[in-house]
C-alpha cells in the first residue's frame, strides 16, 4: 500500500475520537515533520509514523497492551513494516533499539511536543513569544504537565544531538503553524 497522509488520518481518527489524542497526534507529527524537513528525508512517510503512533490508545489505554497490540491492527490495514516497526519503537518499555533517524526524532518528539503544547495552553498568547527558558522552567515544576516524563524529554534531545534550548526551539516553531489546530490562542 502507498503510505499517505490521508490514509494515516483516516485510520487515526476511525480508532480515535479523543480531541486531546488526536491534538496529540498532530502536535507530534508537525514536530517529527519539523526535522524530517531538516534532515531532508521523506516528510509525508515520518509524519504519518508520528499520526499513527499512540492511533492504538483509546483501544489499549494501558503499557501491556499499548503499543504492541496495534501492531497487527495496522498490519491488518496493509500498513508495511518500517512504519509499524518505527511506530512501536517509541514505547520505552518494549526497549526497542532506535537504530534510525526517524525513530530517534519520533522519541524525541513524544513527550517534548505534549509539554511545549500544554505550556501554550496556558499562556494568554499561547506559543507566541515562548522561549526555551520558560519551557525549562515549567520542566521542573513536577505538577505542571505531571504526565511528561521529564527524563524522556532530556533523553530526547540527548538522542538528537542538540541542546535542550536549541529541541525546545525546534518544537515550538513546528508547533507555531498549527496552533490553531492544537486549540491555542494566537497573538492576531
Ligand atoms: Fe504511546
Ligand atoms: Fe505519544
Excluded at 17 to 35: D, N
Amino acid at each position: 500500500m502507498e503510505v499517505t497522509r490521508e490514509r494515516a488520518w483516516e485510520t487515526l481518527t476511525r480508532h480515535t475520537k479523543s480531541e486531546s489524542l488526536r491534538r496529540h497526534a498532530l502536535a507530534v507529527e508537525a514536530s517529527v515533520r519539523f526535522y524530517a524537513r531538516r534532515y531532508g528525508e521523506d516528510e509525508e512517510h515520518w509524519g504519518c509514523v508520528a499520526l499513527l503512533h499512540d492511533f492504538d490508545y483509546e483501544l489499549h489505554p494501558t503499557l501491556d497492551k499499548h503499543p504492541q497490540d496495534g501492531a497487527p491492527i495496522l498490519r491488518e490495514e496493509g500498513y508495511p513494516e518500517w512504519l509499524i516497526e518505527a511506530a512501536l519503537s517509541h514505547a520505552e518499555h518494549l526497549e526497542m533499539p532506535r537504530d534510525t533517524e526517524l525513530k530517534k526524532v519520533l522519541f524525541a518528539c513524544d513527550e517534548l511536543s505534549g509539554f511545549v503544547h500544554a505550556c501554550g495552553l496556558v499562556r494568554p498568547n499561547g506559543l507566541e513569544g515562548l522561549g526555551p527558558k520558560s519551557v525549562r522552567k515549567k520542566l521542573k515544576q513536577p505538577s505542571f504537565a505531571a504526565g511528561v516524563h521529564r527524563d524522556e524529554v532530556y533523553a530526547g534531545a540527548e538522542l538528537l544531538g542538540l541542546s535542550l534550548d536549541e529541541h525546545i526551539a525546534n518544537i515550538v516553531a513546528a508547533l507555531q503553524p498549527i496552533a490553531g489546530e492544537l486549540g491555542l490562542r494566537t497573538a492576531t
